[in-house]
């Protein structure tokens, strides 16, 4: 049951970098969302390769076919099934990894787990996996929509060029208006240098992804173990790279006494029930309490360099391993539709669960 | 099933802080593990209030009591049921919070969730239940005990001040030599003066602790969504005041390039696959490599202080509302025994699993 | 998780019929149920041993405790824990099957499967775990009442003695007239007779329960592997001794050609569809449809009987083993309220799955 | 989550009567199974339409196409996805029954449950879905294949005409020597003569499968919820048109008396304990017991008929409706090769599951 994710909402994906292709199954969907082919085509671009020159120059279409669930552009309750065909899987040559452990991939994991890989283009350990997340992720997003609540991200760091100021300064319109996906025009051009620059290095470089979700009804995750924020940080704790979630305050909540932290509550004008602070991130208790919901999601630098590296070969010998042909120097704007998805999932599933709180 | 956790070593918690008691039932545990109620008890002591002058003074004794799946002294293979009763529950008077809700704690999004809570002592948002998770905890460390695996944990920061090392340099077999549960022995001196100071002002202090599991097999942990580390953090979001977790390398790995970050592989003079430096910090892939796991878990501050706050009551008027008696300056120490037990559960439950890898 | 059952409303049974006690924990129930101990107990006693001379003269109090879940009469929304203590278990003898395979029960199965057993009155293996059942039954009847649906049981057959008409023919309000729980009096006297017969010639007889649920709104089941029958099937052969389970026509169903099989659909005074004929017993593609919900599960003779059987120990060696004490001729009567329970729990499971169907 | 089955070993099918394709996602299969395309087609092949004057002439190739998860003929522990895509779904026109309701199909319950429907062809509730199962369960039989486990079925039944003995007194071998695939001639030749006589009076006729299981070790099949017969039985009764299962004696069972029904053990020739009778069907205690397992399943005669028949439509007026084109007049034939799928699918999951019983 690896490959499956969610509750009521449960997505179940599969396929390998470079073999026919890859896709994943909705199962739980509500019938009467209406969706289309294109609305699913177009969060598929946003992570596609070879978008920009920031992000690797491999081409891939990432062309969705809708094979299941849906009728005259309506879900229908069964299965959603959509399928992404690879193209051109054999024209690459990655024998020099049959045999060679690269650094900090699943290489080695892998062999030893299932005795065997699909080594070409890492397999299933590939980030490519993460494209059928996102297709997923566009179903979910429009159940979300039916209830007003609506999931955003962006980088907020690359390396140490950091956004400077928090996301409720910040125009959201703006994510997609550069090629980092970062809202903050004067530090999404430093990013962009510093990608550039580490690319023309042929190494890479990490940085984080800030979510953000507003609109969200009060009663959404589940007390004790399906905590909202538990769920979401598992949720981005299984995308390629990720090394650290933490949600409203955060590490840095850390830092603070228990009477600066507290979020006061108050009735706000309308009669709303509201926090003066935020320092929960919109959640108390595991369950959302109708303020905004955010977190940050840490990606390292991803492994593959176009620089020769030590390492050793599925005989334990000693080699040296130089990365071929193209590489990402930094995954961060490509993440950005990947965490929108996985938050979409997430905040899905626990939408239809909430539907059994009360009688 | 929002109080299940685990797939093949599933345990269900039940209880309120103030009902008749709490407890746990573990299924799928295999048959054949030694087990004694006073070793469970052990670790219960390590949680349980009123250990020392740094955490509540409250006194509960939390004797627990085993009730099915143990049959001289070895599981039989059925659910193994364990019960703690609470005591003298009639004897606090929580009516003023009955129709308050606390600044940062679940009163309001229970109430709004379910039309009602019980709210004697936070009912089934209270950290009480944690006691539960690490009675089942100690089944898994059983378990894991088998093959070698062992699991330990320490508070690494409280406040601002933090053990300066990381875990290689430190001894971890004095974590339980000084009331804060910190193996560094300086530093421990340090955290408890801060506790104290805070303890007296009547308010409360976060920090972190950090987990290290050593001793485990290579391929541990499902590849995609139930990666290792995304279980990991589940787990340890799910422990009330979590706010955030991160492994190997972590948020600070996002600074790193690709070059500086990655784990070159080389065989040891036994033959055994290692790796040179460890940001990975033990798994790759989502599996585990063989090499230590380590990570760190942020606690807020608790949101009981006893000193009056803003807030507002169940009818949306604002009131003052103070705590009364008794509180826990800094849960770090008896953190510390449930970031171990959930540690414990997520690898005896990965274990099992990994049974099924391979014909 | 062998000891779970159900998707949103799941229940988890633990104890062995001479450890210390047995019990559930029922999670996912809504917040808002009226529920009272009381309530719990009279399902109970429909179930406990020691009620007539019809059953086994064992006598079991079965007094259940009430550990979490419920406050002030209400169920909160959290896991409700029911505990079941075993009375002077340890005033029987059991020594004589330690080592014995006793005829048709899981004594050999449970020692080869898990090494070991608790031997003790069947351990984990006996019925009394269906108390644990008949107690969650009651909750789940409960959310069942509030949308009119009612489930109800029978003994329709004990040996060959039959009720010689259908449920319809029938006035279920007659089934706690006699103890045999046969609402159709002649029958039910001829069953009783036989039931004497039985037991005095030290031998047990099997038969048949038919259960029939009123009031189901359309839209219950899920298509495809959760299909509502197939639910209902496998709760009735989880329950000990069951051999069968048909619904609607069932066997006899083959029988009939599709033209004559087939229910036509009509639109009743009130505007209501229905169907002319209810070979489909309710069910249609895996969904409730309407129309009363029928079937029929088949019990054998129990395994445990007075007199002397040829069998083997622990060591293959051939022994003659003769069962001890007292025994129970014909488990029907008792299986009613088991029945009733598994049902409840199917469906009202289901009334909460159903709530995701649509937007 | 309607549209999953297993535990370990996970199957999800999607896909519509006349969208795009049907297929499904093996998730947990264990690495190193050899598998190829034709082995799967081998069985598609069996339960494909048109394959005699017996079944259905309607035509459909029913082309399996391998997605992932397999690698150089060999399983990798990934998910394996397979996918039958439809021929031709455009040239049938169905529009005749978009709005009526056919007797005793699930298009009534669907429109009320999902508020719409895919009405080509029956859309998911079409037995079509039945073709990803029968390629799931090609797979499974694989892993059964290591354990030198195998399961067979045969049709015993057609409407009155039943095979006379047992399967011990049967050649299994012969169940592909006729159409009808019942492994004894003599019925089988007067099953087909009521098959064609049906057919020819534009009618159906159900009838009754035969399982067996052979070569199972003891130990399969978990105590409580998930009894090995259990999960046979919901596999069974999720099969489209079945109506009832039973194992072992199944009803029959009913009338004899314990000390008749019982099986009493000994230890054979060969050291290996056994049962002088198998009234229970292989199975104690839901685990088995090394014996060979047997069941029964039964299916109604399937509802589309040539026959004009008066139903209602979905504006509940009354109509008569005709089917039209081609039916199948007998499923039983067909129904083998999905008897064996799900059969193999139960015990290959329940196989994986057993490897955590013991330490």
Chains 1, 2, 3, 4 share one sequence.
Do not use: W
């Amino acid at each position: 049951m690896s490959s499956s994710f969610g509750t009521l909402l449960r997505i179940t994906t599969f396929g390998e970098s470079h073999g026919v292709g890859i896709g994943v199954i909705i199962d739980g969907c509500p019938a009467g969302l209406p969706i289309t082919t294109e609305e699913i085509q177009v969060a598929l671009d946003r992570r596609r390769p070879g978008q920009s020159d920031l992000t690797t120059p491999r081409k891939e279409a990432d062309q969705v076919e809708v094979l299941s669930g849906v009728f005259r552009d309506e879900t229908t309750g069964t299965p959603i099934s959509l399928l992404i065909r690879n193209k051109d899987q054999a024209s690459h040559d990655y024998s020099h990894i049959e045999h060679a452990y690269r650094p900090s991939h699943a290489d080695y994991t892998y062999d030893v787990k299932y005795g065997r890989r699909d080594y070409r283009g890492g397999g299933r350990s590939s980030a490519r996996e993460t494209a059928a997340r996102v297709a997923a992720g566009v179903v979910a997003g429009k159940l979300l929509a039916q209830y007003g609540v609506r999931a955003q991200s962006y980088v907020s760091q690359v390396g140490a060029i950091a956004v400077p100021v928090g996301y409720e300064q910040l125009d959201l319109g703006l994510i997609d208006s550069n090629l980092v996906r970062c809202p903050h025009p004067e530090t999404a051009e430093r990013m962009a240098e510093l990608i550039r620059q580490t690319r023309d290095r042929h190494d890479t470089v990490g940085g984080l992804v800030t979510g953000v979700v507003q609109g969200v009804p009060v009663g959404l995750g589940e007390p004790v173990f399906d905590k909202l924020h538990a769920e979401l940080g598992k949720a981005m704790l299984s995308i390629n790279a990720v090394k650290g979630f933490e949600y409203g305050s955060g590490f840095a909540g850390t830092l603070l006494f228990g009477s600066e932290h507290n979020d006061a509550f108050y009735t706000d004008e309308n009669g709303a029930v509201r926090t003066r602070t935020n320092h929960s991130g919109g959640i108390q208790g595991g369950i959302s309490n109708g303020q905004d919901i955010y977190f940050r999601v840490a990606f390292k630098p991803v492994a593959t360099i176009l620089q020769a590296q030590a390492t050793i070969n599925d005989q334990g010998e000693e080699i040296s391993l130089a990365g071929r042909g193209r590489h990402d120097p930094c995954v961060l704007p490509r993440a950005v539709p990947i965490v929108d998805a996985m938050t979409n999932l997430v905040l899905a599933d626990m939408l239809l669960r909430a539907r059994a709180n009360k009688v």
